[in-house]
Structures are given as C-alpha cells and as structure tokens.
C-alpha cells in the first residue's frame, strides 16, 4: 500500500531500467587500460551513480582540472558506446512494470547520472523510451549525485513536491540523493547488496521487477 501523498514514480537508468553494469564495467577498465593504470579490485563501484567526470578524478586517485576530466570521460563513453553496440536488456520485470504504471497514468520520470545521448539510444533500445516524458540526464545539472539536484529537478519536471516521489535506485549515493530531496527510495540490488541500500538510506531492496506491483 502506497504511503500518503506518493503520486509519481522517479527511475535511475543504469541498473535500474537497463542493465548496463557489464558495459560500464569493461569501459572503465579499458580507460584505464589506455591510460596504463592498474584498475584496483571492485575500482568501478567508485563511479557507480556518479556523472564520468565526477569518477575520473575517483578512480585514478587525484584530483584533474575540469578540462581534463571532461576528455577521459568523454573517452570512457566511446568505450562504452562502442560495447553497448553489442546490445543492451532491460532488467528483468521492469518493461512491464513501467508499462503498468503508464496504463495507471501514475507520472513517471528518470532521473539519471548517464548523458542524454545514452538515455536516448539505450532506452529506446529496450523500448521504454515511449513511457517517460520527463528525462532529466547529467547534461541537465550542474551537480551529480549524491547532490539531490537531479531529483529535485525530475519532481519540477513533473510538477510535484519532491514528498510526492518514490525513487528506484541501484546505487549508494543515488540513494544519498534522492533522501536528500526529500524522496522515498527502494533500492535495486544490481550493485550493491540489500544491507547496503537499506543502509544508505532506501525503504526496501528488491532484485528486480519481476512481481512488483504499483503500489509498492
């Protein structure tokens, strides 16, 4: 049963609605790899949630200027652009589950970290860009999670108070984010564990979709 005041349904993408998690993985280990840095185990859970230039800086252990990390960004995204072409799943139940809430005419959103030209291509891929109005994509904000910016700025979007938001998010400072706008959050475990999501501040974690129901 849905919680007073819940009206609309905000998505983070990746690991999410996609499940991108092996492109992402493989394209910051061959930007590393191009750079002839040793990726340290589990380096990647470092970007997880976070825009490519907020990562660089992470995953390499110093600080670069901006210009600088824009252009190893930018080239951990070709990497990924190049292995995304070898095609891209929705996570398990979620086709149906957004489909529904569509049919419900609950408003909908995505909230994502991802550029507005992967949103475009990777959600139109699995067939649910037709579901969503509002996009709010890392071009779209000044400050990447966990500054709830992105939030704030999908429940304007959508015309509501950010208390009348439920967030799905798979990473720890997605979830940081979306508490700090003042939003519910039910986490998904593609990146992290249940323990750690609930721990970061989500409701619930769920493994995927599949039998989900609105509302949750």
Known sequence: MTKPGTAAVVFDMDGVLIDS????????QALLADL??????????LTIGRPAEEAVPLLLGRELDAADAH???ERKREHYARLARR?????????????????KAVPRA??????????????????????????VAAEDVRWGKPD?????SAA????????????????????????????RVVG?????????????????AIPSFEGVAWPV
């Open 21 to 28: 998690g092996v492109h992402h993985r493989e394209a910051w």
């Open 36 to 45: 002839g840095v040793e990726s340290p185990p589990d380096a990647w859970r």
């Open 71 to 73: 252009r190893l960004a």
């Open 87 to 103: 095609g891209m799943l929705a996570i398990p139940g979620v086709a149906d589950f957004v489909a529904g809430l569509a049919r």
């Open 110 to 135: 995505v909230a994502t970290s991802a550029s507005r030209r992967d949103v475009e291509s990777l959600l139109a891929e699995v067939g649910l860009r037709v579901h969503f109005d509002v996009v």
């Open 148 to 152: 709830p910016e992105v939030y704030l």
């Open 156 to 183: 304007g979007k959508l015309g509501l108070p950010p208390a009348a938001c439920v967030v799905f998010e798979d990473s720890l400072v997605g979830i940081q984010a979306a508490r700090r706008a003042g939003m």
């Open 188 to 204: 998904v475990t593609t990146a992290h564990v249940a323990d750690e999501l609930v721990a970061a501040g989500a409701e619930r």
